[in-house]
């Protein structure tokens, strides 16, 4: 734009939109579920399956459908919109295999509930974002420039690295000693 040249980390760049789409989903009061047609099924250990009460409430509003399949097994049958079922499925693994004691037995002080809602969603927006050296195509740049212009905080990743930097015309100059 004008005598500017902008660098785009289309890693973070992607990251954030991301992140901020998760973040909106999640905040929804309610999320209805995409039915799927083929159900999958997470086993969960005994001290886990004791504190349901705690964590299925956290995956209900995030857009999952599951019942207690019995023996310790949810079957889910419903997965969030924003989610493909490979997605759903690793990130319903993920959530339960780091599921822990302190969180279990924290849960009812809400800021340290969204704090680990937030970390997880910041991992599920990294993990789904393209890759630093992945080839993007023009309409892809375009695509990925016009989301960051929506995003409330485009100039930085959720771990804080910055989308983007602006080389001015005077920077240009001092570099190749000009002025």
Known sequence: LGDNIYIIDQHAAHERINYERLVEAYNKKTQSPQSILTPFSIEVSS???????????????????????????????????????EEARLFVQTFIDELDEEFLNRYENLNYLNSRVIDKLIMKSCK?????????????????????????????????????????KNDVEKIFKRK
Request: glycine fraction near 8%; hydrophobic fraction near 35%; charge should be negative.
């Open 47 to 85: 001290s886990i399956y004791e504190r349901e009460d705690i964590w299925s409430k956290i995956l209900t509003k995030l857009g999952f459908d599951f019942d207690d399949f019995g023996d310790r097994t949810f079957i889910f049958r419903g997965i969030p919109k924003y989610m493909n079922i």
């Open 128 to 168: 789904k974002s393209v890759k630093g050296g992945d080839k993007l195509s023009i309409m892809e740049m375009q695509e990925l420039i016009d989301d960051m212009s929506k995003c409330d905080n485009p100039f930085s990743c959720p771990h804080g690295r910055p989308t983007m930097i602006k080389i001015n």
